[in-house]
């Protein structure tokens, strides 16, 4: 059991990895966001199954942390990115 | 009694929380009323250590280490604490015109006073900590006060110059914790006591202390480690250098004593504190040559705390008992942080009187200086005094730290560190020299327009600390040090005490006339190539060399330690 | 290779490139990824050393673990400070660079 | 080579190879992202090495706010990069600067290989006092009684660290409104996650923050998704960004360390030490300690994101 638990987490791995590999290329910055969210997700599967392979406890908070933070990153990525017009705009209107 | 350890740390952060909790016209106020209380704690702490040798121990939360944290407080400390309280008490007094509590509350007061609180809270807790990690912690708090100070004012410029300072600190923190974790890992312990008890001279001691003291080189800008130190220290307002000049950087000093003094002082080798010794001494003479080369009186003063600074390292290679192959924490160590302390007083009433010239001028240009003699009077006789005092008259701190030092390098043998502070004392007088010259020159005819009015509380500040640090030598020393010393203060009107003041004015003079910037003439070659080495000094990827070269010529100097 | 020895290396080839970033790139944000880098090597080595220290019941000695929350949030609080001073300076003076001003005390 | 092996490798090359990223990527803000995803990865190798409090912290702090924080700076930060490109030391400095860190990186990995295995420890020690503190997880108990000096000294750096912050403010933004202006728009995805998430994030902190007694979690962690809740809900401009004269948010803001140093001080009358807690009370006194912790991180998190104040209030 410990060994299909292990084995389904680095493959999760693989598959972030080759993720990571298309996304952090770009070209555009939205699609580099999409690495966090990736990694987002798949690194709390792999946290998730390493920690129940190796009996590690309370990782579940450690996954819903993650599962939080990684949500509040492309919070900031929209926000940050959103156009400059929209901005002036705002400045304009109070 | 022991206690008193523990209010002297939390006598000032509870000011400075309190002061932000509640704002307005109080935070001057609530700062002002600590420095009293701040004091008395200081001076009852370093009365309770009279017995000589003495220590005071509180273990924190009544956990013993090595699982605890102890509080410490032996002479060092003493020292160190009483000098830190005169110099921020006497700061405060200087700032109270500089940062008004005016009835709204102004960003540069708020920052400022809450600030001087919380460095003298760090600075205690550095002199008190028996504690590798804690050091750690009291660094970065240090690192977070230090900054802001330095961008006080805003510019852009010194906006750049403290965020060249952030990172440079943090590279220096973050090496220091690398050493401390290696530490734990070999020795399971964080007490400086215990792991005293434990260390061996391993290859991992070796990685782990050459780390630290790098890092910590480079928060106390020894050379060739000063990048960020010229523009930080001069860009500050007045009372904010004066801080980080006379108080920031002795911190990290501290640490680095505490480290191969009292951590490993049989583990240090002959060639690593050669190897610190002559880091200061190029220290002395590279920062005192561009102090001769500045346009502008804080830039002087600035490159002068380079100079300065190199001072206290000479204590690593004169403490070093060859027989024994072993750092002694006797009279080199001492003569290191008596300098320590004449330099924190004297530097900060030079970075006041600075400050204070500054404003009765308009500009702090020194081509311009002449006739201010006239307009700021005071100001001028503090900061001759000043430079005075780090030259070392018979009844000074310098001196007497000077005697020792000498002393030191009589009985081990090591004559070329009587040769470096000699140069020294010249180089020292050749930029005081030059500034009076410039200073007695007539008065430029164009009327100083932006000039401002000296408040009158200023003057008396600054020139309280420069006598604290004209007559530190005369202190009974012996009540508190651990062993006997007897440095007698020669009568001053002796024809050798004379020629001992006198000729180094006279070399001064000469390389003054020599060195100095003058106009319509072309500067020797020698001053051209220093510039140039300064200007390469100061940039990252020097820097980074010299860091990483440093790095590997200490580790290989203390791997090959027997 | 043990897991914890593996962390171990990790954090020292961390530590190596954290401060090739933080000493020869020029751009101060990039200097501040290094710096972010540099520390987590080090955390990692104390993961080692917390991990080798493992007795009584615990996986892992409690000490470092917690000396690395510490340095964590020491860590974030540097970062946040550098990144409002950059985006000040960036602001006042235009550019974001680090190199002193040249040629105000070359100039002659 | 067993499969936990093979996983172990694999996730290192992984850290390795986004770390490399981070440094040689040529664009800031791929590097960023890069630091991001970083993180996540570290603190699964935290969970590796058994250290589940500070894989918690890491993904909270050190890829969680840290990097909401570089990404809005790159953002704005668009565009200086060309001008910085031509401070680049030549190919000859580069390649000597990496052979000097090569230095530092072997001397660092021998010593890790020599390290001994079971290393120096202070766990037994812990353990043996664990039961004076009435706590349950160790790593909070070094935090909050062995080595509670620095817990809380480290607080007093958060604090002068948002000091610090807003030191940086124009003299006339005095007291306004902290962090830059942002747009009115409250439509879109970006407000509905706003409303949607922080209920979720408020019980998944007050939880962490609970538990973290007696088993991995603590004021830290727990204070950081607060933290991340509220700048969500700033973000999405559901609500203002408070002005920082306001006298609430200061009190907020020193809470934390002004209760630990008066519970600390405390000792002193009732547990004859300072930062003693006495007998029977060490878990409540604890966990009040850390109630006040977790609202002064979650208050101070954001305003060391949002920067200093770039307007008046009105």
Same mark, same amino acid.
């Given at each position: 059991?410990t060994?299909f638990?292990?084995?389904?987490?680095?493959?999760?791995?693989?598959?972030?990895?080759?993720?990571?590999?298309?996304?952090?290329?770009?070209p555009?910055n939205?699609?580099?966001t999409?690495a966090v969210q990736?990694?987002g997700?798949?690194?709390?599967?792999?946290?998730?199954?390493?920690?129940?392979?190796?009996?590690?406890?309370?990782?579940?908070d450690v996954?819903?942390?993650?599962?939080?933070?990684?949500?509040f990153a492309?919070?900031?990525?929209?926000?940050?990115?959103?156009?400059?017009?929209?901005?002036?705009?705002?400045?304009?209107?109070? | 009694?022991?206690f008193?350890l523990?209010l002297?740390l939390v006598?000032?952060?509870?000011?400075?929380?309190?002061?932000?909790?509640?704002g307005?016209?109080?935070?001057?106020r609530?700062?002002?009323?600590?420095?009293?209380?701040?004091?008395?704690?200081a001076?009852?702490?370093?009365?309770?250590?009279r017995?000589?040798?003495g220590s005071l121990?509180?273990?924190?939360?009544?956990?013993?280490?090595?699982?605890?944290?102890?509080l410490?407080a032996?002479?060092l400390?003493?020292?160190?604490?009483v000098?830190?309280a005169?110099?921020?008490?006497?700061i405060?007094l200087?700032?109270?015109a500089?940062?008004?509590?005016g009835?709204?509350?102004?960003r540069?007061?708020f920052?400022?006073?809450?600030?001087?609180?919380?460095?003298?809270?760090a600075l205690?807790?550095?002199?008190?900590?028996?504690? #590798?990690?804690?050091?750690?912690?009291?660094?970065?708090?240090l690192?977070?006060?230090?900054?802001?100070?330095?961008?006080?004012?805003?510019?852009?410029e010194?906006?750049?110059a403290?965020?060249?300072?952030l990172?440079?600190?943090l590279?220096?923190?973050?090496l220091?914790?690398?050493?401390t974790?290696?530490l734990?890992?070999?020795y399971?312990?964080?007490?400086?006591?215990?792991?005293?008890?434990?260390?061996r001279?391993?290859?991992?001691?070796?990685?782990?202390?050459?780390?630290m003291?790098?890092g910590?080189?480079?928060?106390?800008?020894?050379?060739?480690?000063?990048?960020?130190l010229?523009?930080?220290h001069?860009?500050?307002p007045?009372?904010?250098?004066a801080v980080?000049?006379?108080?920031v950087?002795?911190g990290s000093?501290?640490i680095?004593?505490?480290?191969?003094?009292?951590?490993?002082?049989?583990?240090?080798?002959v060639?690593a504190?050669?190897?610190l010794?002559? #880091?200061?001494?190029?220290?002395?003479?590279?920062g005192s040559?561009?102090?001769?080369?500045?346009?502008?009186?804080k830039?002087?003063?600035?490159?002068?705390?380079v100079?300065?600074l190199?001072?206290l390292?000479?204590?690593?290679?004169?403490a070093?008992?060859?027989?024994?192959?072993?750092?002694?924490?006797?009279s080199?160590?001492?003569?290191?942080?008596?300098?320590?302390?004449?330099?924190?007083?004297?530097?900060?009433?030079?970075?006041m009187?600075a400050?204070?010239?500054?404003?009765?001028?308009?500009?702090d240009r020194?081509?311009?200086?002449?006739?201010v003699?006239?307009?700021?009077?005071?100001?001028?006789l503090v900061?001759?005094l000043?430079?005075?005092?780090l030259?070392?008259?018979?009844?000074?701190g310098?001196?007497?730290?000077?005697?020792?030092f000498?002393r030191?390098?009589?009985?081990?043998?090591q004559?070329?560190?009587?040769?470096v502070?000699?140069?020294?004392?010249?180089?020292?007088?050749a930029?005081?020299?030059?500034?009076?010259a410039r200073a007695l020159?007539?008065?430029?005819?164009?009327?100083?327009?932006?000039a401002?009015?000296?408040?009158?509380?200023?003057?008396?500040a600054?020139?309280?600390?420069v006598l604290?640090?004209l007559l530190?030598?005369?202190?009974?020393?012996?009540?508190?040090?651990p062993?006997?010393?007897?440095v007698?203060?020669?009568?001053?009107?002796?024809l050798?005490?004379l020629?001992? #003041?006198?000729w180094?004015?006279?070399?001064g003079?000469?390389?003054?006339?020599?060195m100095?910037r003058?106009?319509?003439?072309r500067?020797?070659?020698?001053?051209l190539?220093?510039?140039?080495?300064?200007?390469?000094?100061?940039?990252?990827?020097?820097?980074?060399?010299?860091?990483?070269?440093?790095?590997?010529?200490?580790?290989?100097?203390l791997?090959l330690?027997? | 290779?043990s897991?914890?020895?593996?962390a171990?290396?990790?954090?020292?080839?961390?530590?190596?490139?954290?401060?090739?970033?933080l000493l020869?790139?020029?751009?101060?944000?990039?200097?501040?990824?290094?710096f972010?880098?540099?520390?987590?090597?080090?955390?990692?080595?104390?993961g080692?050393?917390?991990?080798?220290?493992a007795a009584?019941?615990?996986?892992?000695?409690?000490?470092?673990?917690?000396?690395v929350i510490?340095?964590?949030?020491?860590?974030?609080?540097?970062?946040?400070?550098?990144v409002?001073?950059?985006?000040?300076?960036?602001e006042?003076?235009?550019a974001a660079?680090l190199?002193?001003?040249?040629?105000?005390?070359?100039?002659? | 080579?067993s499969?936990?092996?093979?996983?172990?490798?694999?996730?290192?090359?992984?850290v @390795?190879?986004?770390a490399?990223?981070?440094?040689v990527?040529?664009?800031?803000?791929?590097a960023?992202?890069?630091?991001?995803?970083?993180?996540?990865?570290v603190?699964l190798?935290?969970?590796?090495l058994?250290a589940?409090?500070v894989?918690?912290t890491?993904?909270a702090i050190?890829?969680?706010?840290?990097g909401v924080? *570089?990404?809005?700076?790159?953002?704005?930060?668009?565009?200086?990069?060309?001008a910085?490109?031509?401070?680049w030391?030549?190919?000859?400095?580069r390649?000597l600067?990496?052979a000097l860190?090569?230095?530092?990186t072997?001397?660092?990995?021998a010593?890790v290989?020599?390290?001994?295995?079971p290393?120096?420890?202070l766990?037994?020690?812990a353990a043996?006092?664990?039961?004076?503190?009435?706590?349950?997880n160790p790593?909070?108990a070094?935090?909050?009684?062995?080595?509670?000096l620095?817990?809380?000294l480290?607080k007093v750096v @958060?604090?002068?660290?948002?000091?610090g912050?807003?030191?940086?403010?124009?003299?006339g933004?005095?007291?306004?409104?902290?962090?830059?202006?942002?747009?009115?728009?409250?439509?879109?995805?970006?407000?509905f996650?706003a409303q949607?998430?922080?209920?979720?994030?408020?019980?998944?902190?007050?939880?962490?923050?609970w538990?973290?007694?007696?088993?991995?979690?603590?004021?830290?962690?727990g204070?950081a998704?607060?933290?991340?809740?509220?700048?969500?809900?700033?973000?999405?401009?559901?609500?203002?960004?408070?002005a920082?004269g306001e006298?609430?948010?200061?009190?907020? @803001?020193?809470?934390?360390?002004a209760?630990f140093?008066?519970v600390?001080?405390?000792g002193?009358?009732?547990?004859?030490?300072? *930062?003693?807690?006495?007998?029977?009370?060490a878990?409540?006194?604890?966990?009040?300690?850390?109630v006040?912790?977790? @609202?002064?991180?979650a208050?101070s998190?954001?305003m060391?994101?949002?920067?200093p104040?770039?307007?008046?209030?009105?």
């Open positions: 059991m060994e638990l292990l084995g389904a987490a680095g493959f999760v791995l693989l598959t972030v990895a080759i993720g990571l590999i298309r996304v952090l290329g770009g555009g939205v699609d580099r999409m990736l990694l997700t798949g690194g709390i599967a792999a946290l998730l199954l390493v920690a129940a392979a190796t009996g590690v406890r309370g990782a579940e996954a819903l942390g993650l599962a939080l933070l990684a949500a492309s919070v900031a990525f929209v926000n940050s990115a959103a156009p400059e017009d929209d901005r002036e705009a705002g400045r304009a209107n109070e | 009694m022991n008193l523990v002297s006598v000032p952060i509870a000011g400075a929380l309190l002061a932000f909790g509640v307005g016209r109080w935070v001057s609530i700062a002002l009323a600590t420095m009293p209380l701040g004091l008395a704690i001076v009852a702490i370093a009365a309770g250590l017995p000589a040798g121990v509180y273990l924190l939360g009544g956990w013993s280490p090595p699982l605890g944290v102890a410490r032996d002479w400390s003493a020292l160190m604490m000098t830190t005169v110099v921020i008490s006497a405060g200087f700032a109270r500089d940062f008004p509590a009835m709204t509350e102004t540069r007061s920052a400022f006073w809450i600030l001087l609180l919380a460095v003298w809270g205690n807790t550095v002199f008190l900590s028996g504690d #590798l990690f804690t050091f750690y912690v009291s660094l970065e708090l690192v977070f006060v230090a900054v802001p100070l330095v961008a006080l004012d805003g510019r852009a010194t906006l750049q403290a965020l060249r300072y990172l440079f600190a590279l220096g923190s973050v220091y914790l690398a050493g974790g290696l734990y890992g070999a399971g312990t964080l007490d400086i006591g215990v792991l005293s008890g434990r260390i001279g391993e290859p991992v001691t070796a990685v782990a202390v050459t780390l003291t790098v910590l080189m480079a928060k106390t800008a020894l050379f060739p480690l000063y990048l960020w010229p523009a930080a001069a860009g500050a007045a009372a904010a250098s980080l000049s006379a108080l950087v002795k000093f501290f680095i004593v505490r480290l191969w003094f009292f951590v490993m002082p049989g583990l240090a080798g060639a504190p050669q190897l010794g002559a #880091l200061g001494a190029g220290a002395i003479v590279f040559l561009l102090a001769l080369r500045q346009e502008r009186l830039l002087l003063v600035a490159y002068s705390t100079a300065q190199g001072y390292f000479l204590a690593f290679p004169l070093l008992d060859a027989e024994a192959g072993r750092l002694i924490d006797g080199a160590l001492i003569a290191g942080l008596v300098q320590a302390a004449s330099h924190a007083t004297a530097k900060a009433a030079m970075f009187a400050g204070m010239i500054y404003v009765a001028l308009g500009h020194i081509a311009a200086l002449g006739g003699v006239r307009t700021a009077p005071l100001a001028a900061f001759l000043a430079g005075v005092a030259i070392g008259p018979p009844t000074s310098v001196y007497f730290a000077k005697t020792l000498l030191a390098a009589d009985s081990t043998h004559w070329w560190w009587s040769l502070l000699d140069v020294g004392g010249v180089l020292t007088s930029y005081l020299v030059m500034l009076v020159a007539p008065a430029d005819q164009a009327a100083p327009s932006m401002g009015i000296v408040s009158g509380q200023q003057p008396v600054a020139l309280a600390l604290c640090s530190l030598g005369l202190l009974p020393w012996h009540a508190w040090l062993l006997p010393l007897a007698t203060t020669p009568d001053p009107l002796s050798d005490a020629w001992s #003041l006198v180094p004015l006279l070399v003079m000469a390389l003054a006339a020599l100095g003058r106009q319509n003439q500067p020797l070659r020698m001053a190539w220093l510039e140039q080495a300064d200007h390469a000094l100061r940039q990252w990827p020097a820097a980074g060399f010299s860091l990483l070269g440093l790095t590997i010529m200490l580790g290989v100097a791997l330690t027997p | 290779m897991a914890p020895t593996l171990g290396l990790t954090g020292a080839a961390l530590v190596g490139l954290g401060l090739y970033g020869v790139h020029p751009h101060p944000l990039r200097k501040l990824l290094g972010n880098l540099l520390g987590s090597g080090v955390f990692l080595l104390f080692i050393i917390a991990r080798k220290g009584a019941g615990f996986a892992a000695d409690p000490v470092p673990q917690a000396m510490t340095g964590i949030v020491v860590a974030f609080c540097a970062t946040a400070l550098s409002a001073l950059l985006l000040r300076l960036f006042a003076g235009g660079t190199r002193p001003d040249v040629g105000r005390d070359d100039s002659d | 080579m499969v936990i092996q093979a996983l172990d490798i694999s996730l290192a090359v992984l @390795l190879a986004v490399i990223w981070t440094i990527s040529r664009d800031a803000f791929a960023v992202v890069g630091y991001v995803a970083y993180g996540l990865l603190s190798v935290w969970v590796r058994f589940v409090d894989a918690l890491e993904a050190g890829s969680g706010v840290t924080l *570089l990404i809005s700076a790159a953002v704005r930060l668009r565009g200086t990069e060309a910085v490109a031509a401070e030391p030549g190919a000859g400095s390649v600067a990496a860190c090569m230095v530092v072997a001397a660092l990995a010593v290989l020599t390290m001994p295995d290393g120096a420890t766990a037994p020690e043996r006092h664990l039961a004076e503190t009435e706590l349950g790593v909070t070094v935090l909050m009684a062995f080595r509670a620095d817990t809380l480290e @958060l604090f002068l660290a948002v000091i912050v807003w030191s940086l403010a124009a003299d933004n005095w007291g306004g409104i902290a962090g830059p202006r942002r747009a009115t728009n409250r439509q879109g995805a970006l407000a996650l949607l998430l922080p209920p979720v994030g408020i019980v998944v902190a007050i939880h962490i923050v538990i973290g007694a007696n088993e991995p979690g603590g004021a830290f962690q204070g998704i607060l933290a991340a809740m509220w700048m969500i809900v700033i973000m999405a401009r559901l609500a203002e960004a408070p920082i006298r609430r948010l200061r009190l907020a @803001l020193v809470a934390g360390p209760v140093l008066a600390g001080l405390m002193f009358a009732v547990a004859n030490a300072f *930062l003693a807690y006495p007998a029977g009370l878990k409540p006194l604890i966990v009040f300690v850390e006040f912790m977790t @609202l002064s991180i208050v998190l954001p060391l994101v949002l920067g104040p770039d307007r008046p209030s009105s």
